[in-house]
């Protein structure tokens, strides 16, 4: 309905009816909304308009009123009863110059206007530095706006506010747009011989122009502007001047027309849109500005009246800036979880206070667990993962949420271990195969096949079968395997197990004497051979369960930080290990060859013979001297020896392994051990923080969630030392009193403080000229001013 459209553009119309320019260009933009009816009254809008206006001001309306809309309306009625012809003539227009082109001769045509703006505007070079392809593809998108400025207006005119930005965001000075224009409309003459579509041509880039060049100028914010000259003083000088009440806004956001835009994240983005040669020092800039925005909006200032903080705003503007920062600007993290910490310059009763700014981190909008620690996790930067504020949140999550559910998980497997080491380890119940004790053993091993066996198979079987479904396979060992098993040590673990139960179940004595006896045995050797022999491959085997069960049951280091890391670091070094038990055996296996050609002349109870005489004595010899297991009497034996080579070969061996490997592994571990703690550490926060969001988070109740948050308090202001209240949407916590030392980048009491007036309309006075009225500030001034009166009467009396 075209009173829509009237209405939508009096918004714009009234505002502005100072404005001649703004005026011309919003009715020219009504004109063509307008021409899509076929029956348009303005008349009779205008009738509708001011008995509304009387009826709305019913007892102030005046004559003054009256002649003011009668003069607001007149301009308006005039400018688009002028045009009101225009639309349909100049839209054929555009379609015949476009319908007269083919393919190529557009390609010439886009082409042919960017050279002539290149060569007419050299200041032009440095801002367009697009390839041909995107130059045509800039052009294709102007020739679409300029259709949908006669069929789709509104959008049009939003696409445009959206551009303008964009190009402010560019730092594109708006002198350039005239001559942009220009050099279009020459392009247009030379491909259009026909003249009578030249104005209507004219008319259409001229509109689309004045709109670009309006938000263009709306678009390019002292904020924005310095962003493009990328330095860190250019935005402290830009924003200076804004009110302290609306510093945060300016800093996040941009608003032209209907389009918006954030400041920061277009800093943050052009990081990335300036990759390339040549561009390095913008990079570096658009860093710069970033890293000053989230600076700024995360200086806690306060005045007589109020604290300034911009934590909330950041995160109410850009619920999603840890991710968009891990995945754009990893090095911009650092300063924003600075940003969210406060330490307490004194120590009452040997602690110090220190508030964390974590609200926003920790719930959303809908008081939901956000996912910023997860996307930290994602990232898997070790670095970042040990940042004091990380390290709060995520041990806050775990000592008051998770720590508990988790350890319940993990407590499955200890009982199972429990289980299994009473069902199987010989010394605990009786020997004797016929008491009654063995109906113990029986019962454990029942309960370990249905429980744990059972537990694993199902859990197993329906992960395989999904991995199938889904063609998650790989090959090991040409095998084909799921995917999964080989992601995670607990998995691998876990499904060896399965299968050692598996065996054991086969072989299982307790089934087996059934069918050589009625009553219930464990032990059925008597029996024959064939039961002993099971037996004892049923011990042997079972040794094996003992060690994974003990393995799965150390997933409860995670339980402590300090622990996990250790453990992290041992697994970590567990490959250096390998590599030197692998050549150990290299070592001793060629030893040991030689070892076993000497020859062999003498007695039965010489020690070559009982110890050297073949390969495997020899290989299981030298290996008990490498760790140190055979006895000092042998060697002895060995000096006094006929054969003189044995005694030479031994100390060879010994002069390999105990001499150089040795060292050489202890060196190796050390400059391992040296390269691997600091990332064991992140490991280890990496790992707490996979434990609350995968196993414990989906464990804890919506009830239990949302009792947590609101014991945290996070809505009230949060204490800053004693009897000052400071911003909300912090969690208070002591700390050891050097502990700031460990993290020193953030000073301690970082409140800028500001005296004078406490009025939110004006900026903040620069930090040399402000009057610090806290107690430090005070005792400072009239230090300085008792020093400045010495000098004086020490001067004067000179
Ligand atoms: C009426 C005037 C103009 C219009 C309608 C216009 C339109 C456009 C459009 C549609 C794009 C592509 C946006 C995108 O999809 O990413 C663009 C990009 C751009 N324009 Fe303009 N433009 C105008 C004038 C200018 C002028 C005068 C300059 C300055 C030399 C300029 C510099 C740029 C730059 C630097 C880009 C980004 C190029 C890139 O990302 O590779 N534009 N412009």
Redesign the pocket.
Same mark, same amino acid.
Do not use: E, M
């Given at each position: 309905m075209w009173f829509a459209d009237m209405l939508y553009a009096m918004e714009s119309l009234v505002p502005y009816i100072g404005n001649i320019d703004r005026v011309q260009e919003d009715c020219d933009v009504l004109t063509l909304t307008l021409a899509k009816y076929e029956k348009v009254n303005l008349k009779e809008f205008r009738s509708v308009m001011f008995a509304s206006l009387r009826s709305l001001l019913p007892t102030t309306w005046s004559s003054e009123h009256e002649n003011a809309w009668a003069w607001f309306w007149g301009i308006v009625e005039k400018k688009v009863e002028e045009n009101k012809q225009l639309p349909v003539h100049n839209h054929q227009c555009l379609r015949s110059f476009l319908a007269r082109m083919d393919e190529e001769t557009l390609a010439d045509f886009k082409l042919k206007v960017f050279d002539t703006f290149f060569a007419t505007t050299e200041e032009?070079q440095l801002?367009?530095r697009?390839a041909n392809k +995107?130059l045509m593809?800039?052009m294709g +998108? =102007?020739l679409t =706006?300029m259709s949908d400025i006669y069929t789709k207006t509104h959008q049009a005119v939003i696409a445009?506010s959206a !551009?303008g930005l964009?190009?402010a965001g560019?730092g @594109?000075p708006e002198d !350039? @747009?005239r001559? %942009? @224009?220009q050099a279009f409309m020459g392009g247009i003459k030379e491909n259009c011989p026909d003249e009578s579509l030249h104005d209507g041509l004219w008319w259409t880039l001229d509109l =689309?122009?004045r709109i %670009?060049i309006r938000t263009l100028a709306e678009g390019s914010t002292p904020v924005i502007i310095a962003i493009n000259r990328n330095t860190a003083k250019a935005m402290k000088t830009a924003v200076a001047n804004y009110p302290r009440g609306e510093r945060e806004v300016i800093l996040l956001k941009v608003q032209v027309g209907t389009e918006s835009m954030s400041p920061l994240i277009w800093a943050v983005e052009k990081l990335r849109?300036k990759l390339g040669p040549g561009t390095h020092e913008l990079r570096k800039g658009a860093l710069e500005s970033a890293k000053e925005i989230l600076n700024d909006l995360l200086t806690m200032r306060a005045d007589r009246a109020r604290y300034y903080y911009g934590m909330e705003m950041l995160f109410t503007r850009h619920s999603d800036i840890i991710s968009l920062l891990c995945t754009k600007a990893p090095s911009l993290l650092p300063t924003l979880f600075d940003g969210l910490i406060w330490r307490s310059k004194n120590v009452k009763n040997g602690m110090r206070r220190a508030n964390y700014y974590i609200a926003s981190l920790l719930r959303d909008e809908n008081g939901q667990l956000t996912d910023s620690l997860l996307d930290l996790i994602k990232q898997g930067d070790c670095e970042i993962i040990c940042h004091p504020t990380v390290v709060f949140q995520a041990d806050l999550l775990w000592t008051r949420l998770c720590c508990l559910p988790w350890a319940l998980t993990k407590c499955w497997f200890c009982l199972t271990l429990v289980l299994y080491i009473m069902a199987e380890q010989q010394a605990i119940v009786s020997s004797d195969p016929l008491s009654t004790d063995r109906f113990t053993v029986i019962a454990c091993r029942a309960l370990l096949y249905v429980c744990s066996l059972g537990q694993l198979f199902a859990k197993h079987a329906f992960q395989t079968y999904r991995a199938v479904r889904q063609k998650e396979m790989m090959r090991f060992c040409c095998m084909p395997v799921p995917k999964y098993v080989l992601r995670t040590r607990q998995e691998l673990v876990e499904v060896l197990l399965l299968l050692l139960l598996i065996c054991l179940l086969c072989i299982e004595p307790a089934l087996h004497c059934l069918a050589v006896s009625s009553e219930l045995l464990i032990d059925c050797c008597e029996y024959g051979e064939w039961q002993c022999n099971l037996m004892h491959t049923y011990n042997r085997l079972a040794a094996f369960p003992m060690v994974l069960y003990f393995i799965l049951a150390s997933e409860l280091v995670h339980l402590n930080v300090h622990l996990s890391v250790f453990s992290v670091i041992c697994s970590s070094l567990m490959w250096e290990f390998l590599l030197y038990v692998a050549v150990l055996i290299f070592f001793t296996a060629a030893f040991a060859s030689a070892v076993a050609c000497l020859p062999q002349s003498m007695g039965s109870d010489s020690v070559q013979m009982r110890d050297f005489f073949s390969w495997p004595l020899a290989f299981e010899s030298l290996l008990s001297m490498a760790f140190n297991t055979y006895g000092s009497d042998n060697y002895e034996q060995i000096a006094q020896e006929d054969e003189p080579m044995l005694k030479w070969f031994v100390m060879g061996f010994a002069a390999c392994w105990h001499v150089y490997l040795m060292n050489l592994m202890v060196a190796q571990l050390c400059q391992r051990y040296n390269e691997i703690f600091h990332d064991a550490r992140g490991n280890a926060r990496l790992t707490r923080g996979i434990n609350i969001y995968e196993t414990s988070m989906p464990l804890i109740s919506k009830k239990r969630w949302t009792g947590f948050v609101e014991s945290l308090r996070l809505e009230e202001a949060c204490e800053l030392d004693e009897g000052d209240n400071g911003p909300r949407g912090a969690v208070p916590t002591t700390e050891d009193p050097y502990d700031y030392l460990q993290y020193p980048k953030v000073t301690l009491d970082r409140v800028q403080r500001y005296g004078g007036l406490a009025n939110p309309e004006l900026p903040w006075p620069s930090l040399e000229e402000a009057i610090d009225d806290s107690a430090v500030g005070k005792l400072t001034r009239m230090t300085q001013a008792k020093f400045e009166e010495m000098d004086r009467l020490m001067l004067g009396s000179s």
């Open positions: 032009s801002y367009l697009a +995107r593809y800039i +998108r =102007i =706006i445009l !551009l964009l190009h560019h @594109v !350039l @747009v001559p %942009f @224009v =689309i122009g %670009f849109s």
